[in-house]
């Protein structure tokens, strides 16, 4: 069995930057014309390529029907992200059992 280690030395990439890097310029996309195949709003679609708007389950959906890849791929791209930026986020919280029993 092969042991993994997750290390937090390479940070995670927004979505929307991987969307940029791997879908529109590697198949020579302007945004402009992804958005309108993709029928969003054009600055929404920058402002996502851009890393500044989340992954939502609309976006996924339409990014897996415009790419081919699933929407869970997008959405847990986001999740990844959100938890990796949060990694140092100070929580207030108590367990509720004793978590050495389960």
């Not at 042991?3 to 590697?26: D, E, M, N, V, Y």
């Not at 791209?77 to 990694?87: A, E, G, P, R, V």
């Given at each position: ?71 869970v791929f997008w959405m847990n791209l986001q999740t990844t992200y959100d938890l990796f930026i949060n990694s140092d986020l100070d929580v207030d919280c108590e367990p509720l059992y004793d978590l050495?029993?389960?």
């Amino acid at each position: 069995m092969i042991k993994l280690t997750r290390s937090i030395k390479l940070p995670a990439k927004h979505p929307g930057i991987i969307f940029k890097t791997c879908i529109l310029l590697a198949h020579k996309l302007s945004v402009t014309e992804a958005a309108k195949k993709m029928h969003i709003n054009r600055s929404h679609l920058i402002d996502f390529s851009m890393g500044k708007v989340s992954v939502k389950a609309p976006l996924a959906m339409k990014l897996e029907k415009a790419t081919g890849i699933s929407a869970v791929f997008w959405m847990n791209l986001q999740t990844t992200y959100d938890l990796f930026i949060n990694s140092d986020l100070d929580v207030d919280c108590e367990p509720l059992y004793d978590l050495k029993m389960a």
